[in-house]
């Protein structure tokens, strides 16, 4: 190779910048150039979306500046959408522009997954991003004043989350919070807000510890969400929702979280995939192309029962070190890892004070279990951005 | 009389709260009693809603509780909304129940006049309450974060203000200023957004002295401001305002100032009006109705050149003095007092630190206009609420 390889990195979410800053250590000088490429100039802490959604934090505290990240000697940023993906002619198509690779990182991210449930696509509000969460939190407002103005239409607060898996139940969470801040703000009385969420599966958290989820939604219960299990949502129109069951609920408010899916260019650029998502080899490759690497919601990976592992951020990160350890020993001609996850745990937020988790083998609620989970947020500010982010970010 | 005579004050605002609480200071013990009737629990301060329409000021700041302004154990206060005045009976009803009085004080205040103009009533928004600046507010936060999720739709990022009078002139100087902050906190190319204001007489803040308005008009179109004098909205639709030029100017967005007219209510009732206000007599009675006072927007009292003044905070407070003045002498047997408007001049607000004014005879502008506004601010919470209010609200 008469010239130094190139790596364009696709995605500065927990896979991209993960793997960015890695390289960005381990690489040494004129060893690689290194290119992320992101939308935006900000990498975003997807884990804390759901709190400015309600609006309980704001939008700024959930994302960091990516030049603040990584180091501009080391690593090229550029700010654009891609457009297509081209593996035959190791080209990426962006909105500005076009890149050449050697290798490449694919760490879109995921979209939301409707299920084809009609009405969910141009009716919902999902949780994805800082400009989709700013929506769900003016939209929120916007409904407590237009209910003032228009006092018959109680249906301007009803809220409805489709999905009780980890984000809909920390945003149903947060939402029960904020609600009386709203009810204060806009002289609202409590009793006329409702907050369904509804879930299809046979159980709120599916796969979480029983225990758990019976105190999750005890608490959640107790600060006024409805819960609807066991109930699909059959369609999404302008007045509300339909329920499997044949009831309405009329709202202006829906909140998809029920599912998602792997970006849909993955599709478009040829590669075998399972709801947008690839599953890749144990290097985390794409299979049949030894230069591609796929990770975070755009990859599979199956565990030893051999179903995917839920896509999170715990998962990103863990792949984001292993892929940039491939691809330094790619380049070096060293021996590639083998990804392998390791659960550390999980904790999810029920709101102010409150969470429930498994940490190792331990179950931990109430407060204990918050203050786990700020501690999980801190560690990650960490690892991205050392003591210096932690400070700067950490009040949350 | 074998029982004192009874006062009922309807509406608090300007008008209405200073007659009580002049009644509050100047009748004697069992010598009437008096019930203020107002749709809120709170008094607003409407010549500051301006900026919580923006969203540069806290509703809050614009509005006390009624109960923190009078004396409970010497003024009744009841909450409801008045839904008819019933002269002949001596009855007000209400949407909870009915009251009887000897002297009635009609201060309910005005509506916007929409003279007409289609589509305004349905599609525009009015600076006339707390309700209705935080719909303003949140709609036009609201506008912001759509527009981040649909770029393509710049018309979310354009807004119509209706009316270059006083509240036109001193919202879109609040507008001006809230757009760096709004741009900033969404992520929006200031270049983008689109401040319209539109008025159909021959200049702005018609009335006032030209240089002044000259120094308004230049200080705002500085801020960003694009004015059209001399042009007619001749439709508002749900896509913008049609002008009666032909332009159209696509907008979500119409906060219509353009004019206002009494209450509804007094023409239902069978008083004789102009647009809805009694022209009242020289001691501000409905003509023929020696025991119906009628102060603030929804009477009318002619200057000496046979014109109605306009309606602002300051007759209205003037108007208070003499209605309750006028009340007491009645009860006593004592003479009434003509009321005559002394104009202690005005000051219009154009955004943070500058503004323009007739103080006396003297022109005011810039910086000392804008801290002359302030004054006048405070001075208004020290007549209904003495020092403490000023303290607690005074900020602003």
């Not at 696709?10 to 993960?18: F, K, R, S, W």
């Not at 109680?154 to 709203?182: K, M, Q, S």
Request: net charge neutral; with cysteine.
């Amino acid at each position: 190779m008469s010239r130094i390889p190139r790596i364009v990195i696709l995605g500065a979410g927990y896979g991209g910048i993960v793997t960015a800053l890695r390289l960005q250590k381990q690489l040494n000088y004129n060893e690689a150039d290194v290119t992320l490429v992101n939308k935006h100039d900000y990498h975003y802490i997807t884990t804390h979306l759901h709190m400015p959604a309600a609006g309980t934090d704001k939008p700024d505290n959930a994302r960091v500046n990516i030049l603040k990240l990584i180091d501009e000697f080391k690593i090229d940023f550029v700010k654009s959408t891609v457009v297509q993906i081209r593996p035959h002619d190791k080209k990426v198509i962006l909105e500005e522009g076009v890149l050449s690779y050697d290798y490449l990182v694919v760490g879109l991210g995921g979209e939301p997954e409707t299920f084809g449930i009609p009405g969910l696509k141009e009716y919902a509000m999902n949780i994805r991003s800082i400009n989709s969460v700013r929506l769900i939190r003016e939209h929120i407002e916007y409904q407590f004043a237009k209910f003032k103005r228009e006092p018959s239409r109680t249906e301007a607060l009803t809220f409805v989350v489709g999905g009780a898996g980890f984000t809909g139940i920390e945003f149903v969470g947060e939402l029960a919070d904020r609600v009386p801040e709203l009810c204060r703000e806009f002289d609202v009385d409590p009793e006329l807000v409702k907050i369904y969420n509804v879930e299809a599966a046979p159980t709120a958290l599916p796969g979480f510890d029983p225990e758990l989820v019976e105190y999750a939604m005890d608490v959640l219960k107790k600060k006024g969400v409805t819960f609807k299990i066991g109930v699909a949502i059959k369609e999404c129109t302008p007045e509300g929702v339909l329920l499997a069951t044949g009831e309405e609920i009329r709202t202006n408010t829906v909140v998809w979280t029920g599912g998602i899916r792997g970006n849909r260019m993955l599709e478009e650029a040829g590669f075998e995939t399972m709801r947008g998502r690839i599953k890749v080899d144990e290097h985390l490759r794409a299979p049949g192309h030894d230069n591609i690497y796929v990770i975070g919601d755009c990859s599979i990976v199956m565990n030893p029962e051999g179903r995917p592992y839920p896509p999170t951020a715990q998962i990103s990160i863990q792949q984001a070190e292993v892929c940039a350890h491939n691809l330094v020993a790619s380049i070096r001609g060293d021996q590639l890892k083998t990804f392998e996850y390791q659960s550390k745990g999980t904790v999810a937020s029920l709101g102010r004070g409150e969470a429930i988790g498994i940490v190792g083998t331990k179950k931990v609620k109430g407060g204990a279990a918050a203050l786990m989970k700020k501690l999980i947020d801190l560690r990650y500010l960490y690892i991205i951005g050392g003591l210096p982010l932690v400070i700067r970010k950490g009040k949350f």
